[in-house]
C-alpha cells in the first residue's frame, strides 16, 4: 500500500462534539455532517432546507400507486429524552445530474422511475450514553408495508419524496422494529456527490483495483481521494471480485466509507472549517418539517467527546431466499433470520448491548467498518503511523490506535498480523491491505481488550507497491 498520507494519527476528539449524526444515501448511498452553528447559520439554513411535505390529513384520498389509499397523520415526533431515531434514505433518483452524468448512469425512465429507495439505514442515538448505531435494512428485505401488503422494502418508497414514500418507509420499519421513527434525511444520488463534494471530498484506502461500468467506478489499488463523483460509484457498485451476495456486499462497503468519513471528521483540523460546511451539506438534502438547526445542535452538544469506538454498525440479519407470489411470479428476495433479527430490534429498543447481532451478514465477508484493529508499533515509528492511517482510511476500526510493542507480547518476531481466536475472516479482510505479512494467531489476552485484529510493524517492515489486479481467490473473503 501507499505510505503517502496525512500525518500520524489523532489522538483526540474534539470535532464529533459537532457531530450531527452521519448519513448514507443513493441507491447504496449514506452520509451526513453537522455541527453547532452561529445564528447566521441557523437562519440560513432553517430558511432554505429542502423539506419533506406533510402527510394530508386523514381522510384524505391519494393515488400515488395508482390506488386510492387513505393516509393517516404525520408521524414524525419530537426525539425522546434518552434516545433519537433519524431515519436515512437514498434514492436512485438521477434528478440533478448533469447530462453527462444521465449518459453514464441512465435517467429516470432506463431505470424504471424514480421512486425506489435502495438505501435505508436506522440511526439510533443514545445521547447519555455516548453512542450511535447504523443499522442497514437489506434493500430486497421482505416485509409487509402498511397499506400495502408484502413487498421488497425499497418498494415502501412508491410515490417517492412527495407522494408520502418516506412516511411510508417509516411506517414500515416502526412496525418491523418496535422503534418509533423522530427525524428523516433523504438524499438522490446528485444530492449524495454534492455532500460529499462539501465535505471537500473523502481519503480512502482500497487493496485492489476495482472497475464498475454500470456505476462508472475506475480506481486504483491504494490510498487516494475520492471527490463526490468517486465516492457515489464506490457505495453503489456491487458487481467487485468476491461478491458473492451483491447487495450484502454493497451494505459492507457504505459501512466501510462511512467510517472514514466519520474519522475525517473527528480531526481537529476539520473544525475550522464547520461553520462555511454546514450550509453546505445541508443544501443537498431533504429533511423533514420538524427537523431544525436548533435541535441538531442541541443533540451534537450531548454527543460531546464521543470517539469512534462509539458509533457502531449492523445490519439486519438477514439472508437471499427465493418464493413465488399468488400469481405464481418468482422473486429473489431477502428474508429475516429469526430469532436473531427479533432479538437485535428488542436491544436497540432496550438500549441495551447487542453482541454480535447483525455484526456480519451471510455469504460475504465482515465489513472492515465493524473490524477493531490496533496498530502495534514494535520500533516502527512513522511506519507504524502509516500503517494506521491506511488503516483508518480503509474504513476499519482503529479507535485503539496505536500501541507500542511493550504492551502486546507477540509470539514471534518480526511484522505480522495477528487474530484473536475466531477472527481468521476478520483477518484475512486486514491481510490484503498488508499482503506481505503473514497471518499468525494471538494467544489468549495477546491484543488488548475488544480489539479483534493486530498489525504489528517493525522499523524493517516497508509497504509493498499498490497490486495492480483484482483477487482471483475468494475462499477467504467470505
Not at 438 to 461: C, F, I, M, N, S
Request: glycine fraction near 10%; charge should be negative; charged fraction near 15%.
Amino acid at each position: 500500500m501507499s505510505d503517502e498520507l496525512s500525518p500520524g494519527p489523532s489522538t483526540g476528539h474534539p470535532t464529533l462534539r459537532r457531530f450531527l449524526l452521519a448519513f448514507t444515501a443513493s441507491l447504496s448511498a449514506l452520509l451526513m455532517v453537522v455541527g453547532a452553528v452561529g445564528f447566521g447559520t441557523y437562519v440560513w439554513a432553517n430558511d432554505n432546507i429542502q423539506r419533506i411535505p406533510d402527510a394530508p390529513s386523514p381522510g384524505v384520498t391519494v393515488g400515488a400507486n395508482g390506488s386510492p389509499s387513505v393516509q393517516p397523520p404525520p408521524i414524525f415526533e419530537k426525539c425522546a429524552e434518552q434516545s433519537c431515531n433519524y431515519l436515512l434514505l437514498g434514492s436512485d433518483s438521477r434528478q440533478g445530474l448533469t447530462k453527462q452524468e444521465q449518459i453514464e448512469f441512465g435517467t429516470n425512465q432506463d431505470i424504471g422511475g424514480s421512486n425506489r429507495s435502495d438505501t435505508i439505514i436506522l440511526v439510533h442515538t443514545r445521547p447519555g450514553q455516548k453512542q450511535a448505531t447504523f443499522l442497514s435494512f437489506p434493500r430486497d428485505l421482505w416485509v409487509n408495508i402498511p397499506g400495502m401488503g408484502y413487498n421488497k422494502i425499497n418498494a415502501a418508497f412508491e410515490g417517492g419524496i412527495n407522494g408520502q414514500g418516506a412516511q411510508r418507509v417509516a411506517r414500515t420499519v416502526t412496525q418491523l422494529t418496535g422503534m418509533p421513527i423522530h427525524h428523516v434525511m433523504y438524499v438522490s444520488l446528485a444530492g449524495f456527490q454534492g455532500v460529499v463534494d462539501a465535505l471537500g471530498g473523502v481519503d480512502m484506502c482500497v487493496p485492489y483495483p476495482m472497475q464498475d461500468i454500470l456505476t462508472g467506478l475506475d480506481i486504483q489499488a491504494g490510498c487516494q481521494h475520492f471527490d463526490g463523483k468517486t465516492a457515489l460509484a464506490y457505495v453503489r457498485t456491487r458487481h467487485q471480485p468476491c461478491d458473492n451476495i451483491p447487495d450484502f456486499a454493497r451494505i459492507g462497503r457504505q459501512q466501510q466509507f462511512l467510517r472514514a468519513v466519520i474519522a475525517k471528521l473527528l480531526q481537529p483540523s476539520e473544525l475550522v472549517h464547520l461553520p462555511s460546511l454546514v450550509p453546505a451539506v445541508l443544501k443537498n438534502l431533504v429533511v423533514d418539517k420538524g427537523l431544525n438547526v436548533a435541535e441538531l445542535a442541541y443533540l451534537a452538544g450531548t454527543l460531546q467527546g464521543v470517539g469512534t469506538d462509539a458509533v457502531d454498525f449492523r445490519s439486519v440479519p438477514s439472508t437471499p431466499q427465493g418464493l413465488y407470489t399468488s400469481d405464481g411470479t418468482y422473486l429473489s428476495v431477502v428474508k429475516e433470520i429469526q430469532p436473531a433479527a427479533n432479538q437485535l430490534f428488542q436491544r436497540l429498543r432496550n438500549d441495551q448491548p447487542l453482541g454480535n447481532l447483525g455484526l456480519e451478514l451471510p455469504g460475504v465477508a465482515p465489513s472492515p467498518a465493524n473490524i477493531p484493529v490496533v496498530v502495534v508499533d514494535a520500533g516502527a515509528g512513522s511506519i507504524a503511523a502509516t500503517a494506521f492511517n491506511n488503516l483508518t482510511d480503509g474504513g476499519f476500526d482503529t479507535s485503539a490506535g496505536i500501541v507500542t510493542g511493550t504492551e502486546v507480547e507477540a509470539p514471534q518476531k518480526g511484522s505480522m498480523i495477528l487474530y484473536r481466536s475466531g477472527k481468521e475472516a476478520e483477518a484475512n479482510v486486514v491481510l490484503p491491505f498488508f499482503p506481505n505479512l503473514e497471518l499468525v494467531p494471538a494467544p489468549a489476552h495477546t491484543l488488548p481488550k475488544g480489539q479483534d485484529v493486530g498489525v504489528v510493524v517493525t522499523a524493517r517492515y516497508r509497504f509493498p507497491p499498490p497490486t495492480t489486479s483484482a483477487p482471483v481467490d475468494c475462499s477467504s473473503t467470505a
